[in-house]
Structures are given as structure tokens and as C-alpha cells.
């Protein structure tokens, strides 16, 4: 399915699927003050967003959860790609496979490229299944709060920020394996990063950053 948007206006778009792969959105977006909320209420749905212009508040559901709940058992396999240009956008996107009753479905993945200022950008991957994370943003003042949480599979994430600052929350949780890195390069402005891996598995976590702030960068990772 290929959406293209190119006004002002708020949407939800409800998608069902009881066969694999069966669930492909793209969306183009061009313009400000736009709303759209995809739930994708399946397994294996691929998503595909690309947004430019600002104060847009854009959400992908797949599984659904936090908290538009449902999910029930459903087996994972999903995948969201976006493409963000502009200024003060909100993105959001929500991979979930509860599958209590069994391993876990296929792989979670996410690919991220922001290029802006004062974008907000939440990422939750939970599920037994393996979750991968992909964000690069070019701008200044941009928050990101990644959560990969699930029992099995293991959690693998790359961010990478220029600009200055930037929020960076990042915690990976669960029975897998975690690893994470990230590089933040700046040009004066500040930095804040808070990192915590809590795994029963083994753990790494790689941060190379270039603070140019007189009162320095705040950094805290945390493993256990």
C-alpha cells in the first residue's frame, strides 16, 4: 500500500492481516502539522515512512502495545524503515510479540534517519524475538528514547548523532544477549546519553563521542 499525503490532517490507519507479509504500508508525507497513527495488528508487517516538514506526529503500531495494547499472542517479524526532514517532529514506533506460549516469531527491525532540529523519537522493540535498531540524525536538540526489551532473542542497536544537544535514552533489557553503540559528535553544544543494559546473557556497549562544551557532556552507562 503507498500512501502519499501532502496537507494538513490527522489519521488512523487500521490494518489486519492473518497471513504472512501481507501487511506493506509506504508512507510520503510533505508538509507541516500533519497527525497519522498506522496500527498494524499482525505479525510480519513491514512499515516504510517518509516524512518532510515540521510539527508533524507521526506513530507506527505493529503488534501494537505501549499502550495501544492488543498483540494477545501474535509472532513478531516486524520491520520499520523512516526517513524524517525538518524541524519539532514527533515519531514513534512500537514492535511487540508477547508469543508466551512458545520461542518467539521472526526478528524485529527498525532503520532511522533523521535530518533536524527538535525532533522527538521513541522506539520500543519488545517481544522474545531478536530486536535490531538502526538511528542516524544530523541536527541539534533532537531527544531519542530506544527500549529493547524480550526474553530469547538478542538486542542489537547503532546510533549515531551529530549535532549538539541531543537526549539520548537507550536501555536493553532481557534473557539475549545486548549490544549496543553509539557516536555523538558535536560542535559546542551539549550532550546527555543514559545507558543501561540488564541481561542474563553477555553484554557490550561501544560510545566514542567528541564533547567541544566548556561544561562537558553527561554520560552514564550502566551494566547488569
Not at 123 to 150: E, P
Amino acid at each position: 500500500m503507498l500512501l502519499q499525503f501532502v496537507k494538513s490532517s490527522s489519521i488512523v490507519l487500521l490494518l489486519f492481516s492473518g497471513s504472512a507479509w501481507a501487511n506493506d504500508i509506504f508512507i510520503s508525507q510533505s508538509g507541516d502539522d500533519f497527525t497519522l497513527e498506522v496500527q498494524q495488528r499482525s505479525e510480519n508487517n513491514y512499515a516504510s515512512a517518509t516524512v518532510s516538514g515540521d510539527n508533524n506526529d507521526v506513530t507506527i503500531r505493529q503488534g501494537m502495545h505501549a499502550d495501544g495494547t492488543m498483540d494477545g499472542d501474535e509472532t513478531g517479524g516486524h520491520d520499520a524503515y523512516w526517513t524524517v526532514d525538518g524541524q519539532n517532529n514527533t515519531v514513534a514506533s512500537y514492535q511487540t510479540d508477547e508469543n508466551r506460549g512458545g520461542g518467539g516469531g521472526s526478528d524485529h527491525y527498525l532503520n532511522n534517519s533523521i535530518t533536524g532540529d527538535g525532533n522527538i523519537i521513541s522506539h520500543t522493540q519488545r517481544g522474545k524475538t531478536g530486536h535490531n535498531g538502526k538511528i542516524t540524525i544530523a541536527g541539534d536538540d533532537n531527544t531519542v528514547t530506544v527500549l529493547q526489551r524480550g526474553n530469547g532473542g538478542k538486542n542489537w542497536s547503532d546510533i549515531d548523532l551529530t549535532g549538539d544537544g541531543h537526549t539520548v535514552t537507550h536501555t536493553q533489557r532481557g534473557g539475549g544477549g545486548a549490544t549496543g553503540s553509539m557516536d555523538l559528535t558535536n560542535s559546542g553544544g551539549s550532550y546527555t546519553v543514559d545507558v543501561m543494559q540488564n541481561s542474563s546473557s553477555w553484554q557490550s556497549y561501544s560510545l566514542t563521542g567528541s564533547c567541544a562544551n566548556a561544561n562537558g557532556c553527561s554520560v552514564s552507562v550502566t551494566q547488569n
